[in-house]
């Protein structure tokens, strides 16, 4: 397939520091730029094809997105633009940035997402504009490196690119809301649901939730409190108490069984922590239902 990305754009303040270096493959055209960010630098960009956006290394400019739909601009490392979508571009502050676009042909990203057992449908039209995606950014920045060589292989940048459409859209296999607005999708909510329910016996830390869906600490705490309207450490208390709860009801545990049954970190802890969600103490709360079901 002859395929040749027609993006237009207007840059201020963006100056191209070393020639464009790109790749192609079969409906694919990969290019990476490295620019100097002035201040005030800012662009605007439409495209009648989808592309991949990827900021690469840690780069002294936070690369800021938003789209012709009138959202707020946000922080980017990776995102995904449909087809026709006007995007503008902005700036934290003046520096280096090296970024990654993979400009893709629809019909090409369609049948990629299908082979890899993905639905296309709905994902094609939708943005995604992620400030973190640790496994994709990571193989975003090795596509940059095997554009980048002098022994560049067309099958490994292939096989890279079939990787990086997965850990960017493989959670369409479970239905799921659009990720635009910075939340989690149905299926990282569920991994972290199941995390804490399997280990409400023991503390369990919020970089640990982070980590079972590849994110960062301070952006996945964002992005739960998005989805959930609570922090993260507030749901997994909430789980604890209820977990309590039924403890209370069930056996005749001491207190401080349940406590530790729980996850609590010691009796006071619990009686707390119980107090404040609930307005009794554990033990008067244990007698009022108990005699409530005798009664």
């Known amino acids: 397939m002859n395929f ?118 709905a994902l094609i039209h939708t943005p995604l504009m992620l400030a973190a995606l640790a496994p994709a950014e990571a193989l975003a920045a090795a596509m940059a490196e095997e554009i980048r060589a002098a022994s560049f292989s067309a099958a490994a940048l292939d096989g890279i690119l079939d990787k990086l459409l997965m850990a960017l859209f493989g959670e369409a296999r479970l239905p799921q809301a659009p990720l635009y607005r910075g939340g989690l999708t149905p299926g990282q909510l569920a991994r972290v649901d199941r995390l804490m329910r399997e280990e409400l016996h023991r503390p369990v830390t919020v970089a640990e939730m982070a980590a079972a869906v590849d994110l960062s600490e301070s952006w996945f705490d964002h992005a739960w409190s998005q989805s959930r309207g609570e922090p993260p450490h507030r749901a997994l208390q909430r789980l604890r108490i209820e977990r309590a709860k039924e403890l209370l009801v069930q056996s005749d545990q001491s207190l401080a069984s349940v406590a530790q049954d729980s996850g609590f970190a010691d009796q006071a802890h619990f009686t707390r ?17 108990t005699g409530a079901r005798r009664s």
């Open 273 to 289: 922590s119980f107090r404040k969600q609930t307005g009794a103490t554990p033990g008067h709360w244990r007698r009022d239902q």
């Open 4 to 121: 040749r990305p027609a993006m237009t754009s207007e840059t201020t303040g963006i100056d191209l520091l070393a020639p464009l270096t790109w790749r192609e493959l079969p409906g694919v055209v990969t290019d990476v730029w490295q620019v100097a960010v002035g201040r005030n630098g800012q662009g605007s960009y439409l495209a009648p094809d989808p592309r991949i956006v990827a900021v690469l290394g840690e780069g002294d400019s936070e690369m800021r997105l938003a789209n012709g739909r009138g959202r707020r601009a946000q922080p980017v490392r990776i995102g995904f633009v449909p087809a026709g979508l006007a995007m503008r571009s902005s700036f934290r502050r003046p520096g280096l940035l090296a970024h990654l676009d993979i400009h893709l042909h629809e019909a090409t990203l369609a049948g990629r997402l299908v082979s890899a057992g993905i639905d296309p449908a």
